[in-house]
Nanobody, 124 residues
């Protein structure tokens, strides 16, 4: 049974930082490209970042480029999202997801597995 469990969310002031983690189990982690998505209240889910199987390739949404960094540790079966210079507009539930696609993709339906999400709230 595949499980993706996010952690690290919380309340932070604008300009602050948070580091999200997503621990995977039940799959061969290094075979999966990993992605981060978010969904704000009343809005559709949107792509945030993705990282290739080896971690050598990343892809970011324009809205977070230069502020967020995706990384992974295949020995720990964990993917991370370092979020810096947070803005109130970053407030959302953040989800990690796994896809068998070999390259980072921003397309949600291409992801095979999803976590339950972790809330990030940025106060102004």
């Amino acid at each position: 049974q595949v499980q993706l469990v996010e952690s690290g969310g919380g309340l932070v002031q604008a300009g602050g930082s948070l580091r999200l983690s997503c621990a995977a189990s039940g799959l061969t982690f290094s075979f999966y490209t990993m992605g981060w998505f978010r969904q704000a209240p009343g809005k559709e889910r949107e792509f945030v970042a993705a990282i290739s199987r080896s971690g050598g390739s990343t892809h970011y949404a324009d809205s977070v480029k230069g502020r967020f960094i995706a990384s992974r540790d295949n020995t720990k079966k964990t993917v991370y999202l370092q979020m810096n210079s947070l803005e109130p507009e970053d407030t959302a539930v953040y989800y990690c997801a796994a896809t068998v696609k070999s390259e980072p993709t921003h397309v949600g339906p291409e992801y095979n597995y999803w976590g339950q999400g972790t809330q990030v709230t940025v106060s102004s």
